[in-house]
């Protein structure tokens, strides 16, 4: 089983930062790709950042040169620092493992509120 437990979500003003962080536990496969997806309310889920265990990453357009996504694999936890946050970041974070094995799954997700 693994379990993904995310951490660091909370109320921020526009422009300021938060560091969110998603720890995995459990039988983990070393080809993986680790990411970060929000959905804000009436709004279909969507990819932020993503990143590969061989570092490879990706990013959504409307966070590129805002957020950054790293990973340590030794710990297989995945972090999502977001600077300069804007009204429109405002949502439930999730975590998701991909697992070329064993296939997705999620966390809990963790709450993003940009507000003034």
């Known amino acids: 089983q693994v379990q993904l437990v995310e951490s660091g979500g909370g109320l921020v003003q526009p422009g300021g930062s938060l560091r969110l962080s998603c720890a995995a536990s459990?039988?983990?496969?070393?080809?993986?790709?680790m990411g970060w997806y929000r959905q804000a309310p009436g709004k279909q889920r969507e990819l932020v950042a993503a990143?590969?265990?061989?570092?490879?990453?990706n990013y959504a357009d409307s966070v590129k040169g805002r957020f950054t996504i790293s990973r340590d694999n030794a710990k297989n936890t995945v972090y999502l620092q977001m600077n300069n946050l804007k009204f429109g970041d405002t949502a439930a974070y999730y975590c998701k493992l991909h697992d070329y094995l064993r296939g997705d799954y999620w966390g809990q997700g963790t709450q993003v509120t940009v507000s003034s």
């Open positions: 459990g039988s983990i496969s070393g080809i993986n790709t």
């Open positions: 990143i590969g265990s061989g570092g490879l990453t």
